[in-house]
Nanobody
Framework: QVQLVESGGGSVQAGGSLRLSCAASGYMYSSYCMAWFRQAPGKEREGVARIYTDSSNTYYAAPVRGRFTVSRDNAKNRLYLQMNSLKPEDTAIYYC?????????????????WGQGTQVTVSS
């Protein structure tokens, strides 16, 4: 199974952009449905975006729709999250997650592989 490591987090002012990356090690990365989640202090983990194994379908949670773009490069075993027009309420630890073969909705309980997370802080 794959192991996941996020990078690209940091601090940015409202209106700015960041690009998160998730590197997957292991084999058969292309068979894994991938997703991004986030968890703000004192809040439950919530789904952000999901992408099918072959990038044929993407889904975004309402708060980020139109601002965030999820993509993947199966040749490089990479998952990305381009975040534009960032808002202070986007501040959270961002996690990538994976599930082999089956693409579930953005409920954290359905995803069985997780990275360690990367911090994103947006100041007003």
């Amino acid at each position: 199974q794959v192991q996941l490591v996020e990078s690209g987090g940091g601090s940015v002012q409202a209106g700015g952009s960041l690009r998160l990356s998730c590197a997957a090690s292991g084999y058969m990365y292309s068979s894994y449905c991938m997703a991004w989640f986030r968890q703000a202090p004192g809040k439950e983990r919530e789904g952000v975006a999901r992408i099918y194994t072959d990038s044929s379908n993407t889904y975004y949670a309402a708060p980020v729709r139109g601002r965030f773009t999820v993509s993947r490069d199966n040749a490089k075993n990479r998952l990305y999250l381009q975040m534009n027009s960032l808002k202070p309420e986007d501040t959270a630890i961002y996690y990538c997650a994976a599930h082999q073969y089956i693409c579930y909705g953005l409920s954290p309980a359905n995803w069985n592989l997780w990275g360690q997370g990367t911090q994103v802080t947006v100041s007003s």
